[in-house]
């Protein structure tokens, strides 16, 4: 299809810690260079890679996890296989299993997840090493009381085959799922209280257990937990050597649904840490400690949060996004303190702002645009003065052609009161005194 519309929208690549940026435009590799304001062409740019499909690239299959993993030092390497761990010395190439007792038989399994953690839960990997290759935390997964959930691949081959998957379906049970901790200097095996004592159940918090992490002096193993309702959601630290856990945050939201992987920014120290909560019934950030202390409510708006971009910890400042524009829709770009003081938009709320910040913290690239505003591209201190505008967009051919912009509208929810926005995409030929077919589009999930 031939193009239509140049578009004012480049990615950039930040260089020199910060101080220069390069980008690709009309078929050229440009480079702005921060300290003496000036925009120099470097070459032909080359063959843009085709984007890869969602998070696939370099990944596991869907629903799985990585089958190895290898220690910070290189030393060691943790293998699945066959339903268990083993621990290879990538010298010596010797190899120890860490566990036995995993088959098909018994339907247990470590060092690996079941679909639901890979699918819906973004566990990637089922081994964690500690930052000193000491220890290795590992899943142990029980699908004993699992239904099954038959396949048939292959089927336009001349025989097909079967994948047998353990598959809870709603209301169906789920696994009874466990972390462990094998350390290499005692080559023993701790299990953590993961469920503070209680059994598994449909009710306990820690019916899910995922977003695993050490903690950056390597002391606790950090994890989210979760009922199987999830209207809680706890952040749970872990002691290896005792296999005991307590609560860093607990969110609770009794009548509707909690975030089960809150968004988690942390600080240089790695003890504080910025949360996105929905507490209130919108997302804001809070400041807390791992001891569970909170520190300072860094937003409390009446809009949504979006991310945090990047935290200038010398400054003391937090650079974050929010829908804070002339409609829920437009995102922009802010400023707070770490004390939660001064909180200050950046951007024009006219329009919606994709950021891309600089490595110091000193500068951004804001890519504006509406749903019928085509994008321009510039560079801004971040005081808030454009520096030098990077791309525009071209629509005269898209003119030419008589093609008709998107247009928004509003209704009402059920509720009566609550607005919600929609966007009506008009074919060239369009006539109002005509009736057309209206398409449109949902998106439908289940649950586990």
């Not at 370099?58 to 290898?70: C, K, L, N, V």
């Not at 809150?262 to 504080?272: E, Q, V």
Request: include cysteine; glycine fraction near 6%; charge should be positive.
């Amino acid at each position: 299809m031939r193009e239509v519309a140049k578009l004012g929208s480049v990615r950039v690549t930040w260089k020199d810690e910060g101080q220069a940026l390069e980008f690709v435009r009309d078929g050229q590799q440009w480079r702005y260079d921060l300290r003496t304001r000036k925009l120099t062409k470097i070459g032909e740019a080359k063959e843009q890679p085709p984007m890869a499909f969602a998070r696939r690239a370099g990944m596991p299959e869907r629903g799985r996890q990585f089958t190895s993993a290898e220690s910070p030092d290189k030393k060691y390497k943790a293998v699945y296989r066959d339903r268990n761990l083993y621990l290879v010395d990538q010298t010596t190439k010797e190899e120890i299993a860490i566990t036995t007792d995993g088959s098909d038989k018994t339907r247990v399994k470590y060092g690996t997840a079941s679909w639901v953690y890979g699918e819906e839960l973004d566990q990637i990997t089922a081994m964690w090493w500690s930052p000193d290759s000491q220890q290795i935390a590992f899943y142990r997964f029980d699908e004993k009381e699992v239904p099954d959930y038959y396949l048939q691949l292959d089927q336009t081959k001349l025989y097909s085959k079967m994948d047998i998957e353990p598959y809870p379906k709603s209301g169906q049970p789920n696994p009874v799922v466990d972390l462990m901790v094998y350390d290499l200097r005692s080559k023993k095996i701790t299990t953590l209280d993961v469920r503070q004592g209680q059994p598994f159940s449909n009710e306990v918090v820690g019916h899910y257990i995922y977003g695993i992490n050490w903690t950056k002096d390597g002391r606790e193993l950090l994890f989210f937990r979760a009922n199987r309702r999830q209207n809680i959601t706890e952040l749970a630290a872990a002691d290896p050597a005792t296999g005991k856990t307590r609560v860093v945050v607990r969110e609770e939201w009794p009548t509707g649904w909690a975030e089960n992987s809150p968004a988690i920014t942390w600080l240089k120290d790695g003890r504080r840490f910025i949360l996105v909560s929905e507490r209130t019934g919108y997302k804001n950030l809070y400041l807390y400690d791992l001891s569970g202390k909170l520190l300072a409510t860094l937003t409390s708006h009446p809009f949504e949060v979006g991310s945090v971009l990047a935290v200038d910890e010398k400054a003391g400042l937090v650079y974050y996004t929010a829908r804070s524009g002339d409609n829920p829709m437009k995102l922009q770009l802010h400023r707070v303190s770490l004390a939660g003081k001064n909180d200050r938009r950046l951007t024009d709320p006219a329009f919606n702002h994709m950021i891309d910040m600089s490595p110091d913290c000193k500068y951004y690239v804001d890519i504006a645009q509406t749903h019928d505003i085509p994008p321009v591209t510039r560079l801004y201190s971040v005081s808030g003065k454009m520096i030098a505008e990077l791309a525009k967009s071209d629509l005269s051919r898209f003119e030419t052609l008589g093609l008709k912009k998107a247009e928004l509208f509003t209704f009402k929810a059920a509720d009566g009161q609550t607005d919600l926005y929609g966007l009506l995409q008009f074919p060239s030929n369009f006539d109002p005194g005509k009736k057309i077919s209206l398409a449109g589009q949902c998106l439908c999930r289940s649950s586990h």
